[in-house]
Structures are given as C-alpha cells and as structure tokens.
C-alpha cells in the first residue's frame, strides 16, 4: 500500500528551466509534507517542507504548492541548474506517528 | 559534529550469513530510524527507537532485529541474509521523530549473494 505517490518517476530539463514534480497522498491525518534532495552516494538531505494550513511556501529557487482539496503537493524548481541533478523525494508524516512516508523518487537531470 | 556515522559503507554478505549494521549519531537525538532504499519504491521504515530501551517495528521490520542500549547507538542486526535484503540502508536521527528534522546517515551499501 503506497501512501504517497510520486511522479514523475525521471524528469530531464534544460539549464534554467522548470521542473516539477508532483506528489498524492491518501491518507488524510498527514500534517507535515517535507521534499528531501539526495545526490549519489550520500544520504537525503531536507530541501523545503510544508504544512497543510497553507498553500505554497518558498525558499530561493524551491517553491512547494499544496493543494488540500486534492490530496496533492508538488516541488517547482526555478531556473533549474545542473547541479540541481539529483533524486527527489516528498514524505509525509502525522504528528501522532513516529513515522515518514515517502513517495518512490524523481531523478532530475539538468541539462547543461 | 559528526551527525549521523553509518558503517561500514559497502559489505558483500552470502546468504544465511549474519551481520550488523553499525549508525552513530552526536545530536543527542532521541529518535532513530533505519530505511532501506530499493529503485523505484523510495525509502521504506525498517525499525524505529524513540529513546534508549524503545524500540518499535516499522512497514518492513522481518528479518531485522534492532537494540538501542544507548541514546547515540542504534544498530541494525540482519539475522539470516537473504539476496531480498539487498539494498541500501539508511540509518536517520531527529529530535522528536514526528516527521521533522530529520538527519541522514551516507548509507550502507549491502548485497546478499
């Protein structure tokens, strides 16, 4: 039973474009939706996260939108750059359980 | 500071062969995790530790056992290896361990042969 949906699965763009990955979820007692970068060879490091009491949240070129309704959150990256390459993954928790979910990885290329 | 010490970082394991997992951290961090990372299915919770003498499964504990006699220890004992428990582990502390803040070891490569 997947709990979190992540797509695209591998997503290639061009230096300074947008890149967009997107993520749904099912269970609704999720309260916390992080987005975690991992480049090969290390562990994942967190990028951005968010709350579902609002819907966007940005930092530099990473925005998060969230969109309660649907059950939906996606990672937009701006001006991507090639060292923006790496594996992306969004998670989400419930304050009452001692456990991250996460979605099964986008590998990002950025074309230089 | 460290953060969080995984080794070692490769091990090659034949089957029914026993090992451990070794993960370390120095943030005085009450909650520790292990995950293993497959392609295509992202990073799945193995056991989990809310403090020194707690422990608990996650969605893939069989076959795992884990101990926490320490608050910086957390290590993960594969009992009878099996080529299914090839994959890349994870070892992860937080301060509370509700889906924030949390800070990942480099891994552990391990292949079952």
């Known amino acids: 039973?997947?709990?979190?949906?992540?797509?695209?699965?591998?997503?290639?763009?061009?230096?300074?474009?947008?890149?967009?990955?997107?993520?749904?979820?099912?269970?609704?007692?999720?309260?916390?939706?992080?987005?975690?970068?991992?480049?090969?060879?290390?562990?994942?490091?967190?990028?951005?996260?968010?709350?579902?009491?609002?819907?966007?949240?940005?930092?530099?070129?990473?925005?998060?939108?969230?969109?309660?309704?649907?059950?939906?959150?996606?990672?937009?990256?701006?001006?991507?750059q090639p060292g923006d390459s790496a594996t992306y993954f969004c998670a989400a928790s419930r304050s009452s359980a001692r456990q991250l979910t996460f979605g099964s990885g986008t590998q990002l290329t950025v074309l230089p | 500071n460290a953060g969080v010490t995984q080794t070692p970082k490769f091990q090659v394991l034949k089957t029914g062969q026993s090992m451990t997992l070794q993960c370390a951290q120095d943030m005085n961090h009450e909650y520790m995790s292990w995950y293993r990372q497959d392609p295509g299915m992202g990073l799945r919770l193995i056991h989990y530790s809310v403090g020194a003498g707690i422990t608990d499964q996650g969605e893939v504990p069989n076959g795992y056992n884990v101990s926490r006699s320490t608050t910086e220890d957390f290590p993960l004992r594969l009992l009878s290896a099996a080529p299914s428990q090839t994959s890349v582990y994870f070892c992860a502390s937080s301060y509370s361990g509700q889906g924030r803040g949390y800070t990942f070891g480099s891994g552990t490569r391990l292949t079952v042969v």
Not at chain 1, 6 to 21: A, C, N
Not at chain 1, 39 to 55: E, M, Q, W
Not at chain 1, 58 to 65: A, D, Q, V
């Open chain 1, 1 to 80: 039973q997947q709990q979190v949906k992540q797509s695209p699965q591998s997503l290639i763009v061009q230096k300074g474009g947008i890149s967009i990955i997107n993520c749904a979820y099912e269970n609704t007692a999720f309260d916390y939706f992080p987005w975690y970068q991992q480049f090969p060879g290390k562990g994942p490091a967190l990028l951005i996260a968010i709350r579902p009491d609002v819907s966007e949240k940005k930092e530099g070129r990473f925005t998060i939108s969230f969109n309660k309704s649907a059950k939906q959150f996606s990672l937009h990256i701006m001006d991507s």
